[in-house]
């Protein structure tokens, strides 16, 4: 072989391994897309560290805020209330909401979750506690507006937290878990209620429904102070996560926010408040609201004209359809999920509570049929609030995500103002709430229209990947 043509072969094959090795490094220095299970893990990780806790402070909140349909058991008589006052004292609760919610949620987004959530909950436990204090209508109403004022932007604020972590994949599963705590709070604060109000009345010269605000108050406080230990304001404060798992969550949200980016979505305050979308679904939800407190501030009182007497009995009768609640929206909240559909979750939950409260009115007369047509409600309006909150924010982020999320949830929430007021005003009319269940079921009625017009419109749809 001559010198020449063994030169060549040399440079051949020393090119060739040199390439095979520039291959081989430049495979190894790429990054490797993370494993569905270790990536199933990381969000597992994170479920279970904000979920349960979230899903605590949100019990307190409902239970702070419903409490005084089982005190109205009592505290009418006691005050001489009648049921329009008592209407009007109930939703009263709602104006302050209103005005300060948005307020609270860009103030959130400035000085984080950690310390305005535990300033929300420490306010209004506060307050709660002083509604064992109250003895007039006047004092009611203030009371009750006060509680409004320090509650608002707890609940959007949860909804914008929880954005910080998970992506659209995952929200509507995440929501449906924090939000059984409206559905388990029906389980347990009824019976618990109603066991407060029977055994220490007259203790310490109180009663029952005094001692339900001071004892049902106390938590609160507790537990906002605890905020501030347990809760992180996002993924890059979170000593509990690994590098690792800190990049991957904060990957899939910028992915998530690069797809919205291309999808033109409302990033600022101005935009919020300008798009048609917000408004029409904070109609939706005001639709949906008007049964849930239709149903959590006269479902003690139905249950009492049903002829059962004792509290502590109405506790446990009022629990049947929060507990079979509690089940459902955290089914349909999984199949949504599963499906990456949300429309026609959201309006055929809206259909199925609007027809409960439909039957419920129509058998009217019989106890076991219309405590069996109030549960279905019960399952349609948890499962449309659960699923509800997919749609706003797909469409928003930044300050538009926490302006239009608390502008949703506080003109939706004027429904809680709206219904127990307007079923009040008709039971004292007529002295049934057979025509107030009407009104509930229109409500519903309307927001499954709504739902199913402004997603067949817009670009509301979660994109299937």
């Not at 520039?22 to 990780?45: C, G, W």
């Not at 009007?88 to 400035?110: D, K, T, W």
């Not at 605000?213 to 537990?223: H, K, Q, S, T």
């Not at 408040?273 to 049964?291: D, E, H, I, T």
Request: charged share 15%.
């Amino acid at each position: 072989m001559s010198r020449h043509l063994r030169a060549a072969l040399s440079y051949t094959f020393n090119s060739s391994n040199m390439s095979i090795n520039m291959s081989t490094a430049t495979k190894e220095r790429k990054p490797q897309a993370p494993d569905a299970t270790a990536e199933a893990a990381v969000y597992r990780k994170v479920t279970l560290r904000l979920i349960p806790f979230l899903f605590i402070c949100y019990g307190c909140a409902m239970i702070d805020r419903i409490n005084v349909g089982f005190a109205k058991l009592q505290m009418s008589a006691d005050l001489g209330f009648s049921e329009t006052a008592y209407g009007i004292g109930a939703g009263i609760f709602f104006i302050g909401y209103f005005f300060f919610e948005v307020p609270s949620n860009l103030l959130l987004q400035r000085y984080g979750a950690r310390v305005w959530i535990t300033r929300i909950m420490v306010m209004w436990g506060l307050i709660s506690m002083t509604m064992s204090m109250v003895g007039s209508e006047l004092w009611f109403y203030i009371a009750r507006f006060l509680l409004g004022v320090a509650e608002a932007g707890f609940f959007p604020g949860v909804i914008l937290y929880l954005t910080y972590w998970y992506t659209q994949k995952h929200r509507v599963r995440m929501v449906a878990g924090f939000m059984t705590a409206i559905a388990v709070t029906g389980v347990v604060g009824g019976p618990v209620s109603g066991w407060i109000m029977e055994s220490l009345a007259g203790s310490a010269g109180l009663a029952g429904w005094q001692w339900l605000f001071i004892i049902e108050g106390f938590p609160a406080v507790l537990i906002g102070l605890l905020v501030l230990v347990f809760l992180d304001d996002g993924p890059r404060e979170a000593r509990w996560l690994s590098p690792e798992e800190k990049a991957l969550v904060l990957k899939r949200l910028e992915e998530e926010q690069e797809e919205k980016d291309r999808r033109h979505t409302s990033r600022t305050l101005g935009e919020a408040l300008r798009s048609p979308l917000v408004w029409v679904l904070s109609a939706v939800y005001f639709g949906a609201v008007m049964g849930l407190y239709g149903m959590s501030f006269w479902l003690p009182q139905i249950v009492r004209d049903m002829g059962v007497q004792s509290t502590l009995h109405i506790g446990l009768i009022t629990a049947i359809p929060w507990a079979v609640a509690a089940v459902g929206m955290v089914l349909v909240g999984r199949h949504s999920d599963a499906m990456q559909e949300r429309r026609w979750h959201v309006a055929t939950a809206a259909l199925a509570a609007s027809l409960g409260f439909m039957a419920s009115a129509l058998f009217s007369e019989s106890a076991v049929l219309s405590l069996l047509a109030l549960t279905v409600s019960a399952v349609g309006v948890m499962s449309v609030l659960s699923t509800f909150w997919a749609l706003p924010t797909a469409v928003l982020s930044g300050t538009a995500a926490a302006a239009g999320l608390a502008l949703i949830n506080s003109f939706g929430n004027l429904a809680g103002h709206v219904s127990p007021s307007v079923v009040g005003l008709i039971k004292d009319l007529t002295g049934e709430m057979t025509g107030g269940l009407w009104v509930l079921a229109g409500s519903l009625m309307l927001s499954c229209l709504l739902v199913l017009w402004v997603t067949g419109k817009s670009r509301l749809e979660t994109p299937r990947r």
